[in-house]
């Protein structure tokens, strides 16, 4: 299955450990096109309806839902665990996440 930057896949995150974000859930693809096409993996961050006032989360608005991108929880993903292609990030919210990304690990 193919996956771009800021695409949104069902993606079942199952087995987990410990605080890991459970179940298969709307995901955001956070790793580059590049690496994308050429990696059987795939850097992703899953979406919560759950609201926290941290400052790796960013708020987002996706399939008429209110939400957040939890960047807490980035996961490295096999392709094998992409359930289904849901849809793509709006731009202001792929600014935010990049913005977030950028604070959370330049030095």
Do not use: W
């Not at 050429?38 to 399939?63: E, K, M, N, W």
Request: proline content about 7%; glycine content about 4%.
């Amino acid at each position: 299955m193919v996956a771009s930057r800021f695409d949104v896949f069902l993606i079942t995150l199952d087995p987990t450990v410990g605080h890991e974000m459970k179940k298969t859930r709307p995901c955001v693809v956070i790793s580059p096109d590049d690496m994308n096409q050429h990696l059987q993996t795939i850097i992703v961050a899953p979406l919560t309806s759950r609201g926290r006032d941290y400052p790796s989360r960013v708020p987002c608005r996706f399939q008429d839902r209110s939400g957040e991108v939890a960047l807490d929880q980035i996961r490295t993903v096999d392709r094998q665990r992409l359930v289904k292609r849901l849809g793509r990030l709006g731009a202001a919210t792929q600014n935010a996440v990049l913005q977030v990304l950028d604070r959370m690990f330049a030095p």
